[in-house]
């Protein structure tokens, strides 16, 4: 079983920004896939990045490229998320999700575990 714990959600003005945390603990695998999603209210849920956890190759949703940045921490098991010029519709409930690397690319997944989610709320 691996564990996934979000941190760093929070209200904001637009045009802040906030850095999510996702820390995984449990059998987590030599190497693996993981990225982030979010549900804005009344929508569904949106995909918006995605990471190698050893070779850093990186995937981002249209909606986010040039504002967000996802990296990781090896040795910490940590996967943070830089979120700039935040905007309202990038309100919503953040989840990180990770999966077990099998080949091809992370952006392309089906992720098996899934902490329970931070809220980023940003005001105009």
């Known amino acids: 079983q691996v564990q996934l714990v979000e941190s760093g959600g929070g209200s904001v003005q637009a045009g802040g920004s906030l850095t999510l945390s996702c820390a995984a603990s449990?059998?987590?695998?030599?190497?693996?896939?993981l990225a982030w999603f979010r549900q804005a209210p009344g929508k569904a849920r949106e995909k918006i990045t995605s990471i190698n956890f050893l070779g850093g190759v990186r995937g981002y949703a249209d909606s986010v490229k040039g504002r967000f940045t996802i990296w990781q921490e090896h040795a910490k098991k940590t996967v943070h998320m830089q979120m700039n010029s935040l905007k309202s519709e990038d309100t919503g409930m953040y989840y990180c999700?990770?999966?077990?690397?099998?080949?091809?690319?992370?952006?392309?997944?089906?992720?098996?575990?899934w902490g329970q989610g931070t809220r980023v709320t940003v005001s105009s």
């Open positions: 999700a990770a999966g077990k690397y099998t080949g091809g690319k992370c952006w392309q997944y089906d992720y098996e575990y």
């Open positions: 449990g059998h987590t695998w030599h190497n693996w896939c």
